[in-house]
């Protein structure tokens, strides 16, 4: 059990720190431009940086389908398929990203359109989107780097690199904006620039660390048709769920935005306290992708098992501490995040709804982990679709007679009905699929 543990630890905790960092990026970007002399330059980097949140979180699949895959390679002590699994996927995002960048007026020019800025900070958010755009070969490229470390059980790479990113993004943007006077231009290129260093990074880190996989050199394989179709199929699952995803939470801004300035205020700095408990669990669900996945590599179902208690005992000790931390903190979090008195007064009847997020949310974050690390795609996009129609359901009953209550309502709802759908789904071990029935019953 110890030894369980310390192994999801020692992936857990350098994700967390990874993700840690990626908030903080956002705050000095925002810090940077609001010194720029106008409002039109924060709005700018608000559309631009939500407009590629949308973009990347659509590649998502590049990482967690990696991930599941290389980790199941890697504990069948298939080499030669971990080599395979990573050119195949770095040879996909690069595919990726010639399209995205072939069609990068469209792209813009029609999220612009949905989104509908004022124009000045439509023209500043298009400059910003014509800089930012030519680092999606880095950025999807990394995605799969990233996968493929933690499929190799190993995430402290992937915070090197992230934290190197994130450092060089934050000297970069201060050099380029505040000494040779590039205003918003010099923030995106800042971010481009720091993209390609991860990238440089994680490559230098790829080949000094695993030097011993050259002597696996895959063939045909590759790139074979059957290859191709399962990693598609694997990842198709994953691009549809996380297109349930993003639905869900920019109709939530949405939403929040019709009930009034307040709320909208009070309903951002409220979800700030879910994205925290967010990336905390998503360490877990990476020690979950990491571990399962070579478990089910190795045919080894006493470790499977175990390894699944043992990251619900670790999620159940994260909801006792999260919960108590909110109770006890939440509101002079809150204090920390704004001064505005009207909206910290307004934050206050919605304060119940954060004591929730642990409860309702472990299981949901705690199964992804464990249903990446068995490919097992189709569960994880039965429980968005399903955590996506309760979400809504329940806002449609609850908008009228709650208005704000019920939006929080139907949030919690939703994550809580994503694990609940995924428990009954392990259970009845349809999910998992055949091939992982037939390759779990060599037990320890």
């Given at each position: 059990?110890?030894?369980?543990?310390r192994q999801?630890l020692?992936i857990?905790?350098?994700?967390?720190?990874?993700n840690?960092?990626?908030?903080l990026?956002?705050?000095?970007d925002?810090a940077?431009?609001?010194?720029?002399?106008?409002?039109a330059?924060?709005?700018a980097i608000?559309?631009?940086?939500?407009?590629?949140?949308?973009?990347?979180?659509?590649?998502?699949?590049l990482?967690?389908?990696?991930s599941g895959m290389t980790a199941?390679a890697?504990?069948?002590?298939?080499?030669?398929e971990v080599?395979?699994v990573?050119?195949?996927?770095v040879a996909?995002?690069?595919?990726?990203?010639?399209?995205l960048?072939?069609?990068?007026?469209?792209?813009?020019?029609?999220?612009?359109?949905?989104i509908?800025?004022s124009?000045?900070?439509?023209?500043?958010?298009?400059?910003?989107?014509?800089?930012?755009?030519?680092?999606?070969?880095a950025?999807?490229?990394?995605f799969?780097l990233?996968?493929?470390?933690?499929?190799m059980?190993n995430?402290?790479m992937?915070m090197?690199v992230?934290?190197?990113?994130?450092v060089?993004?934050?000297?970069a943007?201060?050099?380029?904006v505040y000494v040779?006077?590039?205003?918003?231009?010099?923030?995106?290129?800042?971010?481009?620039?720091?993209?390609?260093?991860?990238l440089?990074?994680a490559v230098?880190?790829l080949?000094k660390g695993?030097?011993?996989?050259?002597?696996?050199?895959?063939r045909?394989?590759?790139?074979?048709?059957d290859?191709?179709?399962?990693?598609?199929?694997?990842?198709?699952?994953?691009?549809f769920?996380?297109?349930?995803?993003?639905?869900?939470?920019?109709?939530?801004i949405?939403?929040?935005?019709k009930?009034?300035?307040?709320e909208?205020a009070?309903?951002?700095?409220?979800?700030?306290?879910?994205?925290?408990y967010?990336?905390?669990?998503?360490?877990?669900?990476f020690?979950g992708?990491?571990m399962?996945?070579k478990?089910i590599?190795?045919?080894?179902?006493?470790i499977?098992i175990?390894t699944?208690k043992?990251l619900?005992?670790?999620?159940?000790?994260?909801v006792?501490?999260?919960?108590?931390?909110?109770a006890?903190?939440?509101?002079?979090?809150?204090?920390l995040l704004?001064d505005?008195?009207?909206?910290?007064m307004a934050?206050?009847?919605?304060?119940?709804w954060?004591l929730?997020?642990?409860v309702c949310?472990m299981a949901a974050?705690?199964w992804?982990?464990v249903?990446?690390?068995?490919?097992?795609?189709?569960?994880?996009?039965?429980?968005?679709a399903?955590?996506?129609?309760?979400?809504f359901?329940?806002?449609y009953?609850?908008?009228?007679?709650l208005?704000?209550?019920?939006?929080?309502i139907?949030?919690?709802a939703?994550?809580?009905?994503?694990?609940?759908?995924?428990?009954v789904?392990?259970?009845?071990?349809?999910?998992?699929?055949?091939?992982i029935?037939?390759?779990?019953?060599a037990?320890?």
């Open positions: 059990m110890i030894l369980r543990d999801i020692q857990a905790l350098p994700s967390i720190v990874s840690i960092t990626v908030p990026l956002g705050l000095i925002v940077i431009t609001g010194h720029l002399g106008g409002a330059y924060v709005g608000a559309v631009g940086g939500m407009l590629f949140n949308i973009i990347y979180w659509m590649f998502a699949f990482r967690m389908g990696t199941q890697f504990g069948a002590r298939n080499m030669t080599v395979s990573l050119m195949r996927a996909v995002a690069v595919c990726m990203s010639a399209v960048l072939c069609l990068q007026v469209p792209v813009r020019e029609l999220s612009l359109q949905i509908e800025p124009e000045e900070v439509g023209e500043l958010a298009r400059t910003y989107f014509n800089i930012c755009v030519w680092g999606a070969p950025a999807l490229s990394l799969v990233t996968g493929w470390f933690v499929g059980q995430s402290r992937p090197v992230a934290i190197t990113q994130n060089s993004n934050i000297l943007s201060l050099v380029l040779l006077e590039m205003k918003i231009e010099g923030v995106a290129l800042g971010t481009v620039i720091a993209q390609y260093i991860g440089g990074v230098m880190l080949l695993y030097a011993r996989l050259k002597k696996y050199k895959p045909e394989k590759v790139f074979s048709t290859a191709l179709k399962r990693f598609f199929m694997l990842n198709k699952d994953i691009f769920r996380t297109i349930c995803l993003i639905f869900v939470h920019f109709y939530f949405a939403a929040g935005a009930q009034g300035d307040t909208l009070v309903n951002t700095l409220l979800m700030q306290m879910f994205l925290l967010s990336y905390i669990m998503d360490g877990f669900a020690a992708e990491a399962v996945g478990a590599g190795a045919k080894s179902y006493g499977y175990d699944i043992r619900f005992l670790w999620g159940t000790a994260m006792v501490v999260f919960t108590l931390a909110y006890v903190a939440g509101k002079p979090f809150m204090g704004t505005d008195a009207a909206v910290l934050s206050d009847e919605y304060h119940v954060t929730l997020f642990p949310g974050f705690i992804d982990g249903y990446i690390g068995a490919t097992a795609t189709k569960g994880m996009l039965m429980s968005m399903g955590g996506m129609i309760v979400f359901s329940v806002f009953l609850l908008e009228a007679p208005a704000n209550h019920g939006l929080w139907a949030f919690n939703y994550i809580l009905m994503r694990g609940a759908v995924q428990t789904l392990f259970f009845r071990d349809k999910s998992l699929g055949k091939e029935k037939s390759t779990l019953h037990k320890e």
